[in-house]
């Protein structure tokens, strides 16, 4: 079975500083990929950024990078210079061989001027 | 392109009644997916169906049908809503892997049981 855990449900934060959100995942499955999605109070899935297990360099977007620490199963978020924009749920998500997409239960980050 | 849409926007339902939410996607994707998103939790996955021709069940099946009725749609059905199917529900779409690219989201259908 696959599961991903996400053990922070708020942070509260200072505008541009940096924050790192916590993702740690189980799967059996050799091949598999990671992701993180932001859901702003409008409601969308908004895509950020991907990990893929086989992947050596950490995955980066703009301010978005991925901490992947492969032996450690975790795939953490880190925002660098967060902006009033940034608040929102955060999911990490993981996808596996057989196709199947399993989310975890999110972060709530409030950035605060 | 429209990417992923999902019909109706809103729905409310009376304990008991049927209904079937419509997803399609025009990106030519193998893999789409049913989930649901109750206040305040994460996204749980329904049903999905990985290619053309097959489903499979998520961790929260009970209650709901799914039919992949093309590459293009795959639809949810409730069969006789209860309370409890109060929630939000997205469609989304992907390549399939690997590599495990992005999926894309439907808006949503806010769907209300009384």
Not at chain 2, 17 to 41: F, I, K, V
Request: proline share 5%; glycine share 8%; net charge neutral.
């Amino acid at each position: 079975a696959q599961k991903i855990t996400q053990t922070q449900p708020g942070m509260f934060v200072q505008e541009k500083e940096a924050v790192t959100l916590d993702c740690t995942y189980d799967t059996s499955d050799p091949s598999y990929g990671l992701f993180w999605y932001k859901q702003p109070s409008s409601g969308e899935m908004i895509f950020l950024i991907y990990q893929g297990s086989y992947d050596q360099q950490n995955a980066t977007e703009g301010r978005y990078s991925l901490n992947f620490q492969k032996a450690r199963k975790s795939a953490n978020l880190v925002i660098s210079a967060s902006q009033l924009g940034d608040s929102a749920m955060y999911f990490c998500a993981m996808r596996t061989g057989n196709e199947k997409l399993t989310f975890g239960t999110g972060t709530r980050l409030t950035i605060i001027p | 392109n429209a990417g992923v849409t999902q019909t109706p926007k809103f729905q409310v339902l009376k304990t008991g009644q049927s209904m079937t939410l419509q997803c399609a996607q025009d990106m030519n994707h193998n893999s789409m997916y049913w989930y649901r998103q109750d206040p305040g939790m994460g996204l749980r996955l329904i049903y999905y169906s990985a290619s053309e021709g097959t489903t499979d069940k998520g961790e929260v099946p009970n209650g709901y049908n799914v039919s992949r009725l093309n590459k293009r749609e795959f639809s949810l059905r409730l069969e006789s809503a209860a309370p409890s199917q109060t929630s939000v529900y997205f469609c989304a779409s992907s390549l399939a892997g690997p590599p495990y690219n992005e999926q894309f989201f439907g808006p949503g259908t806010r769907l209300t049981v009384l």
